[in-house]
Every structure is written in structure tokens, then in C-alpha cells.
């Protein structure tokens, strides 16, 4: 999703020396033909910008940097029995740290990787926006936003990072998974955990992971099979609200490499401790700036559909 990174000032200088050559060719002193290619320079400009967009820090700058375990994860509490989880889409450095290696570690979907999911932590947050437009109430949120080159919060701690002074950035990320989940079961019996992510196998694909129904174990129990892969399940409804989702509804397995990972696997509901928890991996058309706030529309409202027939929670969203 990425058509360049090269910072805005180096492509306003561009920009201004192709329009210098363009002057000196077609008029020196022409006036209006200078007024003219003034507005095409701010054109060029606006649509250099637009492809660049803000998702990913340039790869040439230091990224900015933090100390603050506050600033380095977002926590919100909410009144909606769900929480948004989205560990993958953070840009900031960790001060004092230094970038992970991954000497001796294995790479791929569960092992040692660093590049970010663009576009998710804000993915998240308009989510809860659309959730808090339509119900009144928010979901709970926990964002991390430290770069994934200095910590993986969807890893166990052992391979998550490698100095230990990311290890309270890890702890306030996990801590708080934790104690929304106990909350959310004291409050309303049940709960909905996403944990948002970005992929790019497919650009107009969202894939479900929860190791095969693992970790969506009392919702199977409760209301059984469909509630998690039939035409009602949550990604069942974002089907019919226009997604492409994999796997199909009624139809089998999980792509393998995004059956859910670390977060899904600690605070699912095979766990006493935990709520029922999906994986969202999303491609880049649901994630770029120009979709982002449609695509929050239709997940909130399958968030809210799934609240209503899944949750038992109907006396606590306010009627619309
Ligand atoms: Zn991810």
C-alpha cells in the first residue's frame, strides 16, 4: 500500500526544479505562464501527498520516540461489552532501546517479524467512533504504538523483545487485555475481543483466525457452530454487508498463517479468563486512508449485530 517514501520536502523540491526547467524553456519572463505553473507545482503536490499519505513513516527519518508507557500503548475503558485490539500499527520508537535482531529465531506468521500494519490503530479507534455514534457507547481499546521493530505484543514475552526496558510497554499491553476481559465477564457474562491486524496476501481480503473456533470456545457452547462460521456469525454478517471474507461461512478451515495469534490465544474463551476473540487480518483496501472510515461503518455494525444475538447485552446498548 505503500507508493512511496520519500519525505513531502524532497518531493516539493522535485516538483520546483521540473517547474524552474519548464519556465526557463517556455517563457523566462511570462508572467501568467508562471501563475499557471505555480497552481500545476500545488497540484502535483496535493496528489503526491494524497499517494504518499501518512501510514508509514518514512523509512529514511528517525522514527519519533517515547519513554512513556502511557504514549507507548493507547488504553480506553468502555461501556460495550468489546474490546479493540490493534498491537501491530504503532510508529514510535522505544527510548533507549535499540531495534530487534531475531538472531536464531524463526521468521514468518508466528515467529520473527517487524514490518507494521499500516492503517490499523487508526482502523480501531474510528471503529469505536462508529460504535459510539450509533449505540452511544464505546468499546474498550488497547493500541499499541511503538514500532514493531522494537516490540511484538502478539508474541510471548520471551520472544516479544529483546531489552528488557520494553518489557513494562509489553506489560501495560497484556496487563490491560487482561483486566477489560475480567471486567467485561464481571459486567455482561461475555464479551467480544478483536484483535486487528493488517495482511498482505490479498488487498480486498479480511481473514478470521481463531485457531480452527479455539478461541470463540463459549460462544460455540452457548449458541453453537453458526454463531462462529454460519451465515450469522460476525464475519457471516460482514459478508452479507459486502466483504470478502475467508474462510466462507459454513466452509472450513482457517488460512493458514492467520489462524490467530499470541493475543487471541491468551485472552480467548478457551480460557476461564477470557472473552470470545477473533483475528481480523485485513488487506489494504479495507485499511487505506480513503476506506477506512466506510470500513468502520460496516464492521461497527456487525459488531453491533453480534452484541445483540450473541452477548445478551441488548438492555445495554441504547435503542436506536
Ligand atoms: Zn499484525
Known amino acids: 500500500m505503500i507508493i512511496s517514501n520519500a519525505p513531502d520536502s524532497l518531493i516539493a523540491k522535485a516538483v520546483m526544479a521540473f517547474v524552474a526547467d519548464c519556465r526557463k524553456v517556455i517563457d523566462p519572463a511570462g508572467q501568467s505562464k508562471t501563475v499557471i505553473l505555480r497552481f500545476a507545482?500545488?497540484?502535483?503536490?496535493?496528489?503526491?501527498?494524497?499517494?504518499?499519505?501518512?501510514?508509514?513513516?518514512?523509512?529514511?527519518?528517525?522514527?519519533?520516540?517515547?519513554?512513556?508507557?502511557?504514549?507507548?500503548?493507547?488504553?480506553?475503558?468502555?461501556?460495550?461489552?468489546?474490546?479493540?485490539?490493534?498491537?501491530?500499527?504503532?510508529?514510535?520508537?522505544?527510548?533507549?532501546?535499540?531495534?530487534?535482531?531475531?538472531i536464531g529465531m524463526e521468521t514468518g506468521p508466528s515467529g520473527f517479524f517487524t514490518g507494521r500494519d499500516g492503517g490499523t490503530s487508526e482502523l480501531a479507534i474510528a471503529v469505536a467512533d462508529a460504535l459510539e455514534k450509533s449505540t452511544g457507547k464505546r468499546p474498550y481499546l488497547?493500541?499499541?504504538?511503538?514500532?514493531?521493530?522494537?516490540?511484538?505484543?502478539?508474541?510471548?514475552?520471551?520472544?516479544?523483545?529483546?531489552?528488557?526496558?520494553?518489557?513494562?510497554?509489553y506489560q501495560r499491553y497484556h496487563g490491560t487485555l487482561g483486566k477489560y476481559c475480567k471486567e467485561i465477564l464481571e459486567k455482561h457474562h461475555a464479551g467480544l475481543l478483536l484483535d486487528i491486524h493488517g495482511q498482505g496476501t490479498s488487498r480486498e481480503t479480511v481473514?478470521?483466525?481463531?485457531?480452527?473456533?479455539?478461541?470463540?470456545?463459549?460462544l460455540k457452547e452457548r449458541f453453537g457452530e453458526s454463531a462462529h462460521s454460519g451465515d450469522e456469525s460476525l464475519f457471516g454478517t460482514l459478508r452479507r454487508l459486502g466483504w470478502k471474507v475467508y474462510p466462507?461461512?459454513?466452509?472450513?478451515?482457517?488460512?493458514?498463517?492467520?489462524?490467530?495469534?499470541?493475543?487471541?490465544?491468551?485472552?480467548?474463551?478457551?480460557?476461564?479468563?477470557?472473552?470470545?476473540?477473533?483475528?481480523?487480518?485485513?488487506?489494504a483496501e479495507y485499511r487505506s486512508k480513503i476506506n477506512r472510515e466506510q470500513t468502520a461503518k460496516v464492521l461497527a455494525q456487525a459488531i453491533i449485530e453480534f452484541t445483540q444475538e450473541y452477548l445478551q447485552a441488548e438492555n445495554e446498548l441504547i435503542s436506536r
Open 248 to 283: 466462507q461461512p459454513g466452509d472450513g478451515k482457517e488460512q493458514s498463517g492467520f489462524t490467530g495469534g499470541y493475543i487471541v490465544q491468551t485472552h480467548g474463551s478457551h480460557r476461564a479468563t477470557g472473552i470470545d476473540a477473533i483475528q481480523m487480518e485485513f488487506g
Open 207 to 218: 481473514y478470521r483466525g481463531t485457531s480452527n473456533g479455539k478461541t470463540v470456545t463459549r
Open 41 to 102: 507545482a500545488i497540484l502535483i503536490l496535493c496528489i503526491a501527498s494524497t499517494f504518499c499519505g501518512a501510514q508509514e513513516p518514512s523509512k529514511t527519518q528517525p522514527l519519533p520516540e517515547s519513554d512513556n508507557v502511557e504514549e507507548l500503548v493507547t488504553i480506553s475503558s468502555g461501556s460495550l461489552p468489546v474490546i479493540l485490539s490493534a498491537p501491530h500499527g504503532g510508529t514510535l520508537k522505544i527510548s533507549g532501546v535499540e531495534p530487534r535482531e531475531g
Open 142 to 169: 488497547v493500541i499499541s504504538n511503538a514500532h514493531r521493530k522494537y516490540l511484538d505484543p502478539n508474541r510471548p514475552s520471551e520472544i516479544a523483545y529483546e531489552d528488557s526496558d520494553a518489557a513494562p510497554v
